[in-house]
Every structure is written in structure tokens, then in C-alpha cells.
């Protein structure tokens, strides 16, 4: 198996692993036992059934601090995936789509709060309060020096 399937088959696992502690877990559940159904002779409950237990043991491994089984698990269906990929290489476009979807989405920077207090004196100026100003210069937007 080349190297770009490797890493695709890696980051299946993972990202399958991942979603067990998720609340979409019964979708990615449910799409990743007829991805591997349609490759095998397995049933798509089935393998359903076997993730719902691979996630209780993940679960389980995690709670205790178990390290090497919940290592095991990943491994096992990245296994699984590497087999389907071999007995279908055109399935790794299928596994990419898939992996897109269930893949998280970016989350955006967190920003902290900003606060000012003001007590005692008047403040006959302006006042600002922003938590994130980027990229503040001369861009012909408004407040522009440029001549039109």
C-alpha cells in the first residue's frame, strides 16, 4: 500500500475513533458500517454492532486511563479500513468524502472578553473597545487619505 493510502487509511482510524465520543456518533456509525459492508461479507449492522462495541470498549480504556487498548481499538479499525482499500482501491475516494464529512468543523479563534470601567470622571473623547483589531493601515477603505 503506497503512502497516500497509508496516511488515508491513518486518518480514517483516527478520525473514526474521534467521533465515538461525539454525538454524531450514530451517523458516522452508521456511514462508515456501509462503507466497510460494501467491501466485505459483512453485514452493515453488523459492523455497526462491532463499532458500538469498539466505542464501549474505547470508552471504557479511556475511563480507566488505558492507553494501550484504546490504542488497540484505533488500530483495529484502521486495519479494517486498509483492507477494504486493498480489496476496493477505488473506495480511497470514497473514504476521502467521507472522512471530509465527518472530519469537525475549524473552529474560529477564540476571542476573551474585554471590559472597561469608567467611574469618577467624565470622558468627553472617544472610547474603543474591541477584542481583536487586525490588519488596521491604509487600505483605500473608509477613513482613507487616498486621493479618488
Keep these: 500500500m503506497d503512502a497516500e493510502l497509508t496516511a488515508l487509511v491513518t486518518a480514517g482510524a483516527t478520525t473514526l475513533v474521534q467521533q465515538m465520543a461525539t454525538d454524531a456518533w ?3 456509525r452508521d456511514r462508515v458500517a456501509a462503507f466497510l459492508a460494501r467491501r466485505g461479507s459483512a453485514d452493515p449492522t ?3 454492532a462491532e463499532l458500538d462495541a469498539a466505542r464501549a470498549e474505547l470508552a471504557t480504556a479511556r475511563q480507566d486511563g488505558d492507553e ?3 490504542a488497540d481499538v484505533q488500530g483495529e479499525w484502521r486495519l ?3 483492507r477494504a482499500l486493498l480489496a476496493d482501491p477505488g473506495a480511497a475516494a470514497e473514504l476521502r468524502t467521507l472522512l471530509d464529512e465527518l472530519a469537525p468543523p475549524e473552529t474560529a479563534p477564540q ?3 474585554v471590559s472597561n470601567s469608567f467611574s469618577g470622571v467624565a ?3 472617544t472610547v474603543i473597545q474591541a477584542g481583536n483589531i487586525g490588519n ?3 487600505t483605500g477603505g473608509m ?6
Design 136 to 138: 488596521v493601515g491604509n
Design 46 to 48: 453488523a459492523v455497526a
Design 80 to 82: 479494517r479500513m486498509r
Design 111 to 113: 476571542i476573551g472578553s
Design 26 to 28: 450514530s451517523r458516522t
Design 68 to 70: 494501550e487498548t484504546a
Design 123 to 125: 470622558h468627553h473623547s
Design 143 to 148: 477613513g482613507s487619505d487616498r486621493q479618488r
